[in-house]
């Protein structure tokens, strides 16, 4: 198992809160951002398919990771699964739904939010790209009651993906870590990828 931190979190954060400079009003910053993440998601399969011969990858991901792990399933070829939970798929459009309206408001007047955004934010979408995972290893979960990445996210990928598997809970945000239909989604859908022994 190899662990992506994204651009700008963790110890790649470079400001008082992790993610600040990949969550920033201005989107080409986080095209950036999601980008890079995606070029060292793909760079860390290629490191364990050829550097530790790892014959099966899957990739999993939650949040901004679920639209990185999404976004790297339309772009490499031969993943045995992907994983991606309470994902965004549409950052612009987080950004509308969660901008203050004094925010909107300016964010409106100079174009910020408006059609542009959306077409820069196209090639880190994985809305945009056709999943190049078998569609039985395709897994999706959810959050009913998320504020943040609204299941509204969650679905549009869902349906994009030709609606493979997919899991609800009824929480918020990181609710899924005590969703017990969430602890026993993602070990199924790696027994089912051959990425996991049956237990």
Not at 62 to 84: R, Y
Not at 85 to 112: K, Q, T, W
Request: proline share 5%; hydrophobic share 45%.
């Amino acid at each position: 198992m190899a662990v992506v931190v994204l651009p700008m979190h963790g110890r790649r954060s470079n400001g008082r809160v992790a993610g600040e400079g990949l969550m920033s009003i201005d989107l080409v910053d986080s095209m950036h951002g999601l980008a890079q993440a995606a070029w060292d998601a793909r760079r860390v399969v290629a490191w364990l398919r050829h550097a530790q011969g790892a014959e099966l990858v899957g990739v999993f991901g939650h949040s901004l990771g679920g639209q990185v792990a999404s976004l790297v399933a339309g772009l490499e070829d031969d993943l045995s699964c992907v994983i991606a939970g309470i994902p965004v798929v549409d950052l612009p459009d987080l950004f509308r739904r969660h901008s203050p309206p004094s925010i909107a408001r300016r964010a409106e007047a100079h174009g910020v939010l408006g059609s542009a955004a959306d077409d820069v934010h196209r090639v880190v979408s994985p809305l945009a790209h056709t999943c190049r995972v078998a569609p039985a290893g395709r897994f999706v979960f959810g959050g009913l009651g998320d504020r943040m990445a609204t299941f509204g996210h969650a679905h549009r990928l869902w349906l994009h993906w030709d609606r493979p598997k997919l899991a609800t809970y009824g929480g918020g945000h990181v609710g899924f870590y005590w969703s017990g239909a969430v602890r026993q989604f993602v070990p199924d859908a790696l027994v089912e990828s051959g990425l996991l022994g049956a237990a």
